[in-house]
């Protein structure tokens, strides 16, 4: 006898779904099991931190801990916009990370659009092989050639300077000359890097575009202009508000490594004040202010980047 | 097409542009080497620019019998190996439910992983949460906070839900289940952004620096970017003193050079066989998702 023909209908659906909402749990167990601990590491080091920026409102000490400190209210950011000292550092790492934005962004793309024009293809995997690398290197590493290069005794560069100047100059002495060396030293670092996916953009662009335009007796520049830029625009705009992110960031190795007593009033920044004030001298709802401080201006910059974008639909979300 | 003579022009400027580009990269390189081959004398002498002016092993012996930097060398690879498996095990974990249609809140889950990379509680709160959990001063430090990038897991999930999804029906079928899906289709398939990732992850901890100076207090347990660092700033790096013949034939340069030669080998020889993945890698990171 065939059971389901007296089964109404509304009943066999509701079979049905139950079925499938239990095949769809079976599959998601291991799922789930497999995912618990991605969302523990979310929660301890990522959430949890971000619920400790209270003690940014707290006189935080040891004994109280996170909790039950003191509330100050904003007695903190009082403090961090009263203070020249701060003010001095915020300043210096706006100036910073805007001058490595301003003259670092537009560098891999110019690579780019440089090795895609090159026709010869083992040169071109040669310069790409060794303009990737210095992104591999330690800032470490980097800060030490760069020390080594730019040294007065018998620094490469100097040794050039003074064959034509008759003196060397102190480059990392000098407040101008060492924002030129930071800033081109991490353009230097990264240029390599960050091109490559702008010329897998460029690989996306239609080659009879160029074509036509040749034909049509468009010269280079013409080219690099009406085609290669339009061709990788929306690349451009993605890259340009995840940098926006990075506008309050100036990366801890590259300042620390560079910096030295002479330049402090300009290489201050926060990455390095929050390590010397925070944990080394234990202030650390102060510092908590400064971070806080840091991470909501950036985020500000990067949902306002995207919500300008996505007026010209090219939002990253 | 024969290309115009402006076009011609525009090409050897660019040639010449690029190959001026790949020197910058290569001389602070080279100058490094030349003065960690070098003797003393010609590097206070400032003889020594690309190639080494009397070729010696001074520096290196000297940097290997006085400093404890083949300790910190084999820290650091502590470091590295363990830290790139446990993140990149972590990365799979949380991509591959995350690339998977039927798992459940994967959009919450993969908003609430994103919100991560735009806002972050900083230093001091996670600094906080670590010494809590009392790792301060283990490599469990080093290696927890920054268990799994969100921005990697995007990658690796993006690269997962491009697998077509008729492999994934067809293996089902057969019987298979989530884990076997994963480990025999999924992963295999998976090589190069699994390689681009083990990479980004390697290099990050081979260089790890501000996460060792902030966790570890012991000089023990330091890295090399640590330990050289450390030598870069003091005068007196070297504690054996007990050969004269040594002590006259070292300056803190080449000992300098030959740290950071010791430092930038392991990368160097890594680097070409990883440098096809890391491209496609990156091209991947450029798809929305």
């Not at chain 1, 066999?12 to 139950?18: C, I």
């Not at chain 1, 702008?198 to 690099?224: H, N, R, V, W």
């Not at chain 1, 908590?288 to 985020?299: I, Y």
């Amino acid at each position: 006898m065939d059971n389901t023909s007296v089964v109404p209908l509304h009943q066999k659906e509701r079979e049905a779904t139950r079925r499938l909402r239990k095949r769809r749990f079976k599959s998601n167990l291991p799922l789930l099991i497999m995912f618990t601990p991605v969302v523990l590491y979310f929660v301890i080091f990522k959430y949890v931190p971000m619920g400790g920026l209270i003690i940014a409102f707290k006189d935080y000490n040891f004994y109280d801990g996170v909790l039950n400190s003191p509330w100050v209210g904003l007695h903190y950011f009082e403090q961090l916009f009263q203070d020249p000292r701060t003010l001095e550092i915020i300043r210096n790492t706006f100036v910073l990370s805007l001058l490595s934005i301003v003259f670092g962004f537009p560098v891999p793309i110019i690579l780019a659009i440089m090795l895609n024009e090159v026709r010869n293809m083992m040169f071109k995997r040669t310069v790409q092989t060794i303009v990737y690398m210095p992104h591999f290197l330690s800032w470490v590493i980097i800060a030490m050639m760069i020390m080594t290069m730019f040294s007065l005794e018998n620094g490469l560069i100097n040794k050039f300077v003074e064959l034509f100047f008759g003196e060397p100059y102190p480059f990392m002495y000098n407040n101008g000359s060492w924002i030129a060396v930071f800033i081109s030293s991490g353009i230097w670092k990264d240029m390599g890097f960050n091109a490559i996916i702008f010329l897998a953009a460029l690989t996306t662009i239609d080659p009879s575009l160029y074509e036509a335009a040749s034909m049509d007796g468009a010269s280079k520049g013409k080219q690099i202009f009406h085609i290669t830029l339009p061709g990788i625009r929306s690349t451009i705009i993605l890259l340009l508000i995840l940098s926006m992110g990075r506008v309050m960031e100036v990366g801890f190795d590259q300042v620390y490594m560079l910096q030295n007593s002479n330049v402090n009033e300009i290489a201050d920044v926060i990455s390095t004040y929050i390590y010397r004030t925070g944990l080394q001298g234990a202030q650390f709802s102060l510092t908590t202010a400064m971070g806080m401080f840091e991470s909501l201006v950036a985020f500000v910059l990067v949902v306002g980047a995207n919500y300008i974008a996505r007026k010209y639909n090219e939002g990253l979300w | 097409m024969r290309a115009s003579r402006g076009e011609k022009l525009f090409y050897m400027i660019n040639y010449v542009l690029l190959s001026l580009i790949a020197l910058s990269c290569i001389v602070p390189l080279m100058n490094v080497i030349a003065l960690s081959l070098s003797d003393a004398n010609a590097i206070m002498s400032g003889k020594v620019s690309l190639l080494p002016v009397g070729w010696t092993l001074y520096s290196f012996e000297s940097l290997f019998k006085g400093t404890p930097i083949l300790n910190a060398f084999w820290n650091s690879v502590e470091i590295t190996i363990i830290g790139t498996i446990l993140s990149l095990v972590v990365t799979i974990m949380a991509a591959y439910p995350l690339s998977r249609r039927q798992f459940y809140a994967r959009s919450f889950f993969t908003m609430a992983m994103v919100f991560t990379m735009i806002f972050s509680g900083g230093l001091i709160p996670t600094y906080l949460v670590v010494a809590k959990l009392g790792l301060v001063n283990s490599y469990y430090a080093l290696w927890l906070p920054g268990l799994a990038s969100a921005y990697n897991v995007l990658i690796m999930r993006t690269y997962f839900s491009n697998i077509p999804y008729e492999l994934d029906e067809a293996a089902r079928i057969d019987g298979c289940g989530e884990l076997r899906i994963l480990f025999n289709i999924m992963l295999p398939l998976s090589k190069p952004v699994l390689a681009t990732i083990a990479l980004f992850y390697g290099v990050g901890f081979w260089n790890a620096f501000m996460s060792v100076m902030i966790y570890i207090n012991d000089t023990a347990k330091y890295n090399m970017t640590v330990l050289v660092q450390n030598m870069i700033k003091s005068t007196s790096m070297v504690q054996d003193f007990s050969d004269p013949d040594m002590i006259a034939n070292l300056t803190p340069d080449g000992i300098r050079a030959a740290a950071v030669i010791v430092m930038v080998i392991p990368i160097l020889l890594v680097y070409p066989f990883l440098q096809k993945y890391f491209v496609k890698g990156v091209m991947l990171g450029s798809i929305k998702g």
